[in-house]
């Protein structure tokens, strides 16, 4: 009898144990909402800066998390359209206004008349400004960059990359 005794005790403190994690997983989920065709825009004064579309999202509005798929940023300069950014996944952050872009990203400006291709972007819409420290590809006039990295404003003006090559097409 003394022998089970303690092997009874450890089986409780084990089933409490996994009860408590499950707990702790349904309060997480409590807060995630879930939203299909998600619009979003930032709107200083009358002017809006930017906006993401969403084919599918889930919001914890308490931490201000947005987990995106499909993501479409959309870039406005004047009230008129300067660049596009799309990808696979994405992750905004509404308080920090910070973006995390990834799997085939591609960042197209219609003022600068340029396409930037990579596998993930950061986007900073506080300070404007985009960067990767991974391997980008930059289309402009023909000529093609291939760089580990790099900085720029939202709409691909003001690039500065991380050791780059250029060739032209």
């Not at 952050?93 to 872009?101: G, L, P, Q, T, V």
């Not at 990295?149 to 060739?167: C, M, Q, V, W, Y």
Request: aromatic share 10%; proline share 2%.
């Amino acid at each position: 009898m003394k022998q089970s005794l303690p092997v009874f005790f450890f089986s409780c403190a084990l089933c409490l144990c996994s009860c408590r994690k499950e707990k702790s997983a349904d309060n997480n989920m409590e807060n995630m909402t879930f939203v299909k065709n998600f619009k979003l825009s930032e709107i200083k004064g009358t002017e809006k800066k930017w906006d993401i579309f969403c084919q599918s999202s889930l919001m914890n509005e308490a931490e201000g998390i947005l987990k995106c798929t499909g993501p479409v940023i959309s870039l406005y300069k004047d009230e008129k359209l300067s660049a596009r950014i799309t990808g696979e996944n994405g992750i905004l952050n509404m308080h920090e206004k910070k973006s995390f872009i990834k799997t085939d990203v591609e960042v197209r400006s219609l003022t600068e008349d340029v396409k930037l291709y990579s596998n993930d972007l950061f986007f900073d819409s506080g300070k404007s400004k985009i960067w990767s420290y991974n391997g980008v590809r930059v289309l402009r006039n023909n000529i093609e960059t291939r760089a580990n990295g790099f900085t720029a404003k939202p709409d691909l003006s003001k690039i500065n990359f991380i050791r780059h090559e250029t060739k032209k097409l």
